[in-house]
T-cell receptor, first 116, second 115 residues
């Protein structure tokens, strides 16, 4: 079974440019999550999809961030325009149907975003 | 809101020595706690989880953790470190809000194993 995949693994862009990150969850997983880790800080929740619907986007920093999940499969996270403080590692995770507190989330390797 | 604190951003032990990574949590409800590990260039992998059953939880690769409610702790241990244990370790508490589960992480602890 393929794990969670993310593309690209690294991205370096200039301030003001646009970047789109992609996440492919484990096949059949209804839940998809985005997290971010800014250098030296903790991993923080951004948002959660159930299938194609946003269930919780309370962690999204501001309206420069737009997340979509087409047809309940892969998801994209677009940052437009990028700012220096957006630099960090963006993780995607998925889990099967349901939202119990004991559910394991399966993580991808992350996308390292550097804004210069 | 729930929170997690990991004491020590870097821990270094000798091969064969005891590994102890500290995690304290704050939660207004009985917590569900997780330890994840991230090896270089890989995603976070679940080591073990506590979900209100046995307080001593055994995980993969010889790791275990003990839930202590009186100390609000969930420290991770391994009796004998191996070179392959070098990685970054994350403690997390699970919460459900807006009908959605999310993980609240500590700052992470990077474990170095000395030969």
């Amino acid at each position: 079974e393929a794990g969670v995949t993310q593309f690209p693994s690294h991205s370096v862009i200039e301030k003001g440019q646009t970047v789109t990150l992609r996440c492919d969850p484990i096949s059949g997983h209804d839940n998809l999550y985005w997290y971010r880790r800014v250098m030296g800080k903790e991993i923080k929740f951004l948002l959660h999809f159930v299938k194609e619907s946003k269930q919780d986007e309370s962690g999204m920093p501001n309206n420069r961030f737009l997340a979509e999940r087409t047809g309940g499969t892969y998801s994209t996270l677009k940052v437009q325009p990028a700012e220096l403080e957006d630099s960090g590692v963006y993780f995607c995770a998925s889990s099967p149907q349901g939202t119990g507190r004991d559910y394991e989330q399966y993580f991808g390797p992350g996308t390292r975003l550097t804004v210069t | 809101a729930q929170s997690v604190t990991q004491l020590g951003s870097h821990v270094s032990v000798s091969e064969g020595a005891l590994v102890l990574l500290r995690c304290n949590y704050s939660s207004s409800v009985p917590p569900y706690l997780f330890w994840y590990v991230q090896y270089p260039n890989q995603g976070l992998q679940l080591l073990l989880k506590y979900t209100s059953a046995a307080t001593l939880v055994k995980g993969i690769n010889g790791f275990e953790a003990e839930f202590k409610k009186s100390e609000t702790s969930f420290h991770l241990t391994k009796p004998s470190a191996h070179m392959s244990d070098a990685a970054e370790y994350f403690c997390a508490v699970s919460e459900v809000a807006f009908g959605a589960q999310k993980l609240v992480f500590g700052q992470g602890t990077r474990l170095t194993i000395n030969p």
